[in-house]
C-alpha cells in the first residue's frame, strides 16, 4: 500500500513551514483547515429543527428521498449486531436507520461541536424535544473531532475493527487537499474489518461539472439550488493532475450554504484502492431511485417516508427542481480488501453508553 504523495496526483504545490505544533503545515493547509472550520461553523449554527419544522421545508421531498436513498443503504449493508462508524454524524439523522437494522454498536464523529450535542440529545431522546422517541437499543459513542484530518484510526484503534463505515453528503469536505483526502481513507480503513462495508453519499461530480460547462456563466441552479465556481475556473476546464482542491459554493434552500470540492470518482475510486477499498458500486441518486424503487420492500419504504408525497392529508410530492437536485449526488460502496478473520474480537462496545452525558462527548484535536 503507498503512503504519502502520489504523482499521478500532482505534488503539493505549497511552500511548508512548522506550525505550532512543531510539524509542517503549508498555506493550503492552513486555507483548508480555515474552509473546514467554515463548514463546521454552518452546520453548528443550524438549529435542530422540530418534525413539525422539518415538514415545512421547501425541500422537505428531496430529504425524504435523501433519507429513503440512506436507508436502502443500510438495510443493504448493515447487519444484525454490526459494529457502526459514522464519520460526519451530523444530528444523528441515521440513528433511526440504524435501529431498525438492528445494529450492536454505534461511534459517531463530527466537526460541527452543536451537531454532535444535538445528536447526543436525539441518542438520548430527551423529553424536551418532545420526540415520540423510544430509547435507541445499541450503544453508542460520539466524538468532536475532523475524521479528515484527525489520526481516528490512533484514536479508535482500540475501539475497532467496526463492520460498516458511512459518510453520508460529507466525504466531499476532504477533497480540499490530497493529504485530507487520504487521511479521511487511511482512517477508515484502518477502522474497517477486512471484509467490511464503506458507504456514503456525495455530490456528483460528472453532474456537476456537465452542468457548469452547459451553463452561460459559472453559477446555474433553480429554485431551490444554486452552484457558483470562481473566475479562476473561467475555462471551465480542470486539469487532471489536480484534482484536488476545485472548490465551488453549494447554496441549498434550507440545508447547506458551504463551500465544498469537486471529487473526480474515478480517482476517488483508485486511491480508495490504495488504502484497501474496492468499488462494489457507484449510482448517480436518479439510477438509484429506478433501480430500488423497483424492490417492492423499499418501495414501501418510500411510500412511508412520504417522498413522491404520502397520497393522503394533500397532493404534495417532489417537485421538478427537487429532482433536478437529487441528479446532483450519487451513492456508493466500497469494499474492504480481505476476508473476515472470524477469531478476530468483536468491536469493543465497552466504551459505548446507553444514555451519554454532555461529559461524555469526546473531543480530538487535529494536529
Ligand atoms: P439535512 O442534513 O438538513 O437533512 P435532514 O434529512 O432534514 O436532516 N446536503 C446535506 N449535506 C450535509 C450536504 C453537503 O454537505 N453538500 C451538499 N451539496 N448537499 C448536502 O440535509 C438536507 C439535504 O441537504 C440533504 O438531503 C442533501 O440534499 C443536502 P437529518 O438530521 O440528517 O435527518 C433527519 C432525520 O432524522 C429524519 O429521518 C427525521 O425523522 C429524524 N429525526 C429524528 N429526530 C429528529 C428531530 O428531533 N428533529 C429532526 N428534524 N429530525 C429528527
Known amino acids: 500500500m503507498k503512503r504519502g504523495y ?4 500532482g505534488q503539493p504545490q505549497s511552500k511548508r513551514r512548522l506550525n505550532s ?4 503545515a ?3 493547509e492552513d486555507e483548508s483547515t480555515e474552509s473546514a472550520q467554515r463548514v463546521a461553523a454552518h452546520y453548528s449554527a443550524r438549529s435542530n429543527q422540530t418534525l413539525e419544522e422539518r415538514e415545512a421545508s421547501p425541500i422537505i421531498h428531496l430529504k425524504k428521498l435523501n433519507n429513503w436513498i440512506k436507508s436502502v443503504l443500510i438495510q443493504l449493508y448493515a447487519r444484525r449486531g454490526d459494529a457502526v462508524l459514522d464519520f460526519a454524524c451530523g444530528k444523528g439523522g441515521d440513528l433511526i436507520k440504524w435501529d431498525k437494522a438492528k445494529v450492536g454498536y454505534y461511534v459517531g464523529v463530527d466537526i460541527a461541536e452543536g451537531s ?3 445528536c447526543r440529545t436525539r441518542y438520548n431522546g430527551d423529553a424536551d424535544q418532545q420526540q415520540r422517541r423510544k430509547k435507541f437499543s445499541f450503544p ?3 466524538i468532536c473531532a475532523d475524521c479528515f484530518e484527525a489520526r481516528l484510526d490512533k484514536y479508535l484503534h482500540d475501539d475497532g475493527p467496526y463492520d460498516i463505515c458511512s459518510c453520508q453528503f460529507a466525504l466531499h469536505y ?3 487537499t490530497e493529504a485530507r483526502a487520504r487521511r479521511a481513507l487511511a482512517n477508515i480503513s484502518a477502522l474497517l474489518r477486512p471484509g467490511g462495508t464503506f458507504i456514503g453519499t456525495m455530490p456528483d461530480a460528472n453532474v456537476i461539472i456537465k452542468k457548469l460547462r452547459e451553463a452561460e456563466g459559472l453559477s446555474f441552479g433553480n429554485s431551490v439550488y444554486w452552484i457558483s465556481f470562481d473566475e479562476e475556473y473561467a475555462q471551465k476546464k480542470f486539469k487532471a493532475s489536480s484534482p484536488f482542491g476545485i472548490q465551488y459554493t ?3 434552500e434550507d440545508a447547506v450554504d458551504c463551500p465544498e470540492w469537486i471529487v473526480p470518482f474515478h480517482l476517488f475510486k483508485s486511491l480508495a484502492e490504495e488504502y484497501d477499498l474496492e468499488l462494489v ?10 433501480e430500488y424503487l423497483k424492490k417492492p420492500e423499499f418501495s414501501e419504504l418510500m411510500r412511508r417516508l412520504g417522498a413522491l408525497g404520502d397520497g393522503r392529508q394533500d397532493q404534495s410530492t417532489l417537485s421538478q427542481d427537487e429532482w433536478d437536485v437529487a441528479y446532483l449526488y450519487l451513492s456508493f460502496v466500497l469494499r474492504k480488501r480481505g476476508q473476515p478473520n472470524p477469531n478476530q474480537k468483536k468491536s469493543n462496545t465497552n466504551k459505548g453508553k446507553m444514555f451519554i452525558s454532555e461529559e461524555d462527548i469526546e473531543f480530538i484535536e487535529s494536529v
Open 26 to 28: 503549508s498555506t493550503e
Open 116 to 118: 454532535v450535542k444535538d
Open 281 to 290: 458500486f457507484v449510482k448517480n441518486s436518479h439510477e438509484f431511485v429506478e
Open 140 to 142: 453508542a459513542r460520539l
Open 250 to 252: 453549494f447554496h441549498l
Open 174 to 176: 476532504s477533497w480540499s
Open 6 to 9: 502520489d504523482d499521478s496526483f
Open 21 to 24: 505544533y512543531g510539524d509542517f
